[in-house]
């Protein structure tokens, strides 16, 4: 019986593994005092049978043996002799090439040979499944879901999530506690105040899953082949690959990294960086518990929200797996210094329930009869982390016909999807729809390994927190990305974070609360917001608009490539438009702003989000079309000041000779000028709808610029405003915005 916090906990029995180097000897996996071990699990070097989930194990006979390597718990599985196909076969030209036979590279095969692609070929280092999807906790279970709110913030995040419906379709209800309680009558309902029940959830076999799948990929005519680990990429001038690995080499029109936990492996071998951090995720299995045995029908699955745990049935058991928090989570940190150790494959890290037992008593404070089992497994593998949690899907800037579909924290829950987004993707030359929040091009060089790990400890440990509306999480900030005004307006505002940047959304006003107050009420930047509002409407503001994607594109063919790209007309010279890329198929792809600057020379704006999201798109229809320009990301090089309000014309002619009345400086004109001897390029727009110029400056002018027009301001009440008033000003204005309305 284990002790914790003066009181025993009832019959929680733990496995123990033998240390390195004394087999048979048991040795506790928890150091809490009076663990003990269950009765019938054995451990020792030989070949014994471990009691998986039996979701698992619903297809295939599967042996395991286990012991403790440093921190590493080797598990080797053992399958049937593979088919035939990836026993002899070998193709030296591929159509597509995907690397990883997880659930999702396997759900990509399948999807592209369905819809007719040909010689799709999949190389897998050791066998399908393995890596992640094989011990991941999930035939196809439907008994719904519930999210448990304990607190009343929690019962207002629902209601949130409820006025979110519209826009995905998703049935979902909240639900009271009697309600809750008749669905799931294991629980203490003590504490219970509702839940957010979703009928068409449920769990699913991820090794089922990805041997259908596998099964169905090689009767339309998909090459799975295994062992073959990749050793080497090498692009030809042609856009092509050569894919070698110890069976031979393949060339292929493409290829796309599903490696999962390798993935950062497979990128170094071209050179890129991708934003992933291997963490260590456990989940345990009980023993039969009579009253889950009693069910007539299968529970749903539970997640407390508080307590930070997932809960389900498994047969006559329970499966529970906890998310910790920051601090006693845990990153496989080798990994990221000395990379993936090379015989990875199907393993296990050694079971640390200390990390996780503060969890394991809030789910036995929840439900009760968890206190009368054992626990027959504990399962700690390797889950692969994205700064913002969700994965990376789709083809990578700057390197041409190489896509990614790596980062997946819940790969089982997206694979299908995924495979069949990018099967359309790949197939059609378009995505079949926006799903620019997985877009890998939203990280960028400022992307460094310890943003990286800072963010994925945070998300990881946030998985479970009050989603708020206007969310900010502060781990690895701020980046080396910051705009020449940062050190000057940092005290003065809350800063938002946008691709890197750290960007003013609202600044403080005296004697108001400051800080980072979120609610799903009125927050503290309520009566600041509209003060910038007002200040705008009524006189005139400043806002730092530098996170902007700006591209130079210049060249002979430059005016032809940009009539290709943009449904609008192509602005005459010293004028802008808003125009918009299409797809082959006339659906939005990108809203810009385009500047003729000089004959045959340009300058396009786009925000923050999607600066290389959009470049990746022009540059490849620039290589597609051979048309010959020279394109330029100067996005770091350049500030961007926004000045608005009916008193900008005003403020602005003191600091220039240039006539910027109506009709000497027209809306949408663009001018190069100089503001005290600081060159600018002046273009009169204002995304808040009022009158106002957008100023663009050379990076290291931005400070002294800024402290020039407010001090020529003074006069005329000038003040800063931030983004959540230039959101409220252009709304008003029914100015659309690209993510939002578009």
């Known amino acids: 019986m284990l002790r914790s916090g003066g009181q025993w906990l009832r019959g929680l029995r733990l496995p123990r593994f033998p240390p390195r180097g004394t087999p048979g000897r048991p040795r506790s996996v928890c150091s809490r005092e009076g663990v003990r071990i269950s009765k019938g699990f054995r451990c020792q070097d030989s070949p014994i049978p471990i009691p998986l989930p039996s979701r698992l194990l619903a297809v295939s006979s599967v042996s395991i043996r286990r012991w403790s390597v440093g921190r590493q718990t080797q598990v080797y599985i053992r399958e049937g002799n593979p088919p035939s196909s990836a026993e002899t076969q070998w193709k030296d030209r591929a159509e597509t090439v995907i690397i990883g036979g997880g659930c999702v590279g396997v ?12 010689d799709v070929v999949l190389l897998e280092k050791s ?45 979902q209800y909240i639900i009271e506690p009697e309600k809750i309680q008749e669905m799931f009558p294991l629980l203490n309902m003590n504490k219970i105040l509702a839940g957010l029940y979703n009928p068409g959830d449920g769990h699913i076999d991820p090794y089922s899953l990805t ?26 001038s042609d856009g092509t690959w050569d894919v070698e690995t110890p069976q031979g080499s393949v060339r292929a029109n493409r290829i796309v990294n599903a490696a999962g936990f390798w993935a950062r492996e497979v990128g170094k071998m071209i050179g890129l960086e991708h934003p992933l951090i291997p963490v260590q995720h456990q989940y345990v299995v009980t023993s039969s518990i009579p009253e889950v045995k009693a069910l007539k029908r299968e529970l749903p699955v539970l997640r407390d929200l508080e307590g930070s745990f997932y809960l389900r049935q498994e047969r006559d058991g329970l499966l529970f797996g906890p998310y910790e928090s920051q601090e006693k989570m845990k990153v496989q940190d080798t990994w990221v210094t000395n990379g993936v150790p090379p015989g990875f494959g199907k393993e296990l890290f050694e079971s640390d329930l200390d990390r996780i037992m503060e969890h394991i008593e809030v789910a036995m404070e929840m439900v009760p009869v968890l206190k009368k089992a054992d626990i027959i497994n504990v399962v700690n593998g390797p889950i692969t982390y994205s700064p913002d949690i969700l994965p990376m899907v789709g083809p990578h800037q700057g390197v041409r016909n190489y896509w990614v579909a790596v980062g997946f924290g819940y790969g089982i829950i997206h694979a299908g999807g995924v495979g069949k987004y990018l099967s359309d993707w790949i197939l059609h030359g378009e995505p079949p729809f926006d799903l620019i929040e997985l877009d890998p ?44 005004l940062y050190k000057t307006l940092e005290s003065k505002c809350s800063m938002g974070f946008h691709a890197g940047w750290e960007q003013p959304h609202w600044f403080y006003k005296p004697g108001q609360d400051t800080g980072y107050r979120p609610s799903f009420r009125r927050t503290n930047w309520f009566e ?128 220039t000779s240039e006539d910027l009345s109506d009709d000497a400086f027209k809306f949408l004109q663009t001018k190069s000028l100089k503001f005290s001897n600081i060159p600018v390029t002046a273009i009169r727009i204002s995304y808040t709808g009022e009158l106002g110029w957008e100023l663009y400056h050379r990076r290291e002018d931005s400070a002294a610029l800024y402290d020039i027009i407010m001090n020529a301001g003074q006069e005329e009440g000038i003040d800063n405003f931030g983004t959540y008033a230039m959101n409220a000003l252009r709304l008003e204005k029914a100015f659309r915005a690209w993510g939002s309305e578009v």
């Not at 041997?211 to 030809?236: E, I, N, W």
């Open 211 to 236: 041997m259908a799948l596998a099964a169905g990929a090689r009767k339309y005519g998909a090459l799975l082949k295994y062992p073959a680990p990749v050793t080497s990429l090498k692009p030809r």
């Open 528 to 655: 600041p917001v509209g003060s910038e509002y007002k200040q705008v409407m009524q006189r005139v503001g400043v806002i730092d608009l530098s996170p902007f994607g700006k591209f130079n594109i210049k060249g002979q063919d430059s005016i032809r490539l940009l009539d290709h790209l943009f449904a609008n007309v192509i602005p005459k010279v010293g004028f802008t438009n808003i125009s918009h890329m299409l797809t082959p198929k006339g659906r939005v792809y990108a809203e810009l702003t385009v500047s003729h600057q000089s004959p045959g020379e340009f300058l396009l704006v786009t925000g923050s989000g999607s600066e290389l999201h959009d470049l990746r798109w022009i540059e490849e229809e620039a290589v597609r079309g051979r048309y010959d320009v020279e394109i330029k990301n100067v996005t770091d090089e350049f500030g961007v000041l926004g000045v608005a309000g009916p008193h900008t014309r005003k403020v602005l002619q003191k600091l």
């Open 441 to 484: 091009n939203r990280y960028g060089k400022w992307t460094t390994t310890q943003y990286t790990e800072a963010k994925a400890r945070e998300s990881y440990g946030f998985n479970n927190i009050v989603g708020y509306p206007k969310e900010e999480r502060f781990a690895g900030r701020p980046t080396q990305r910051v705009s020449g």
């Open 127 to 171: 066998e399908l499944t393995a890596g992640s999807t094989w011990h991941a906790a999930v035939g196809f279970h439907q008994p719904g879901s519930i999210r448990i709110a304990t607190t009343p913030v929690r019962v207002d995040e629902f209601k949130y999530q409820m006025t979110r419906t519209g826009w995905h379709a998703t049935e």
């Open 107 to 118: 759900s990509l095969a399948y999807h592209l040979a369905k819809a007719g692609m040909k």
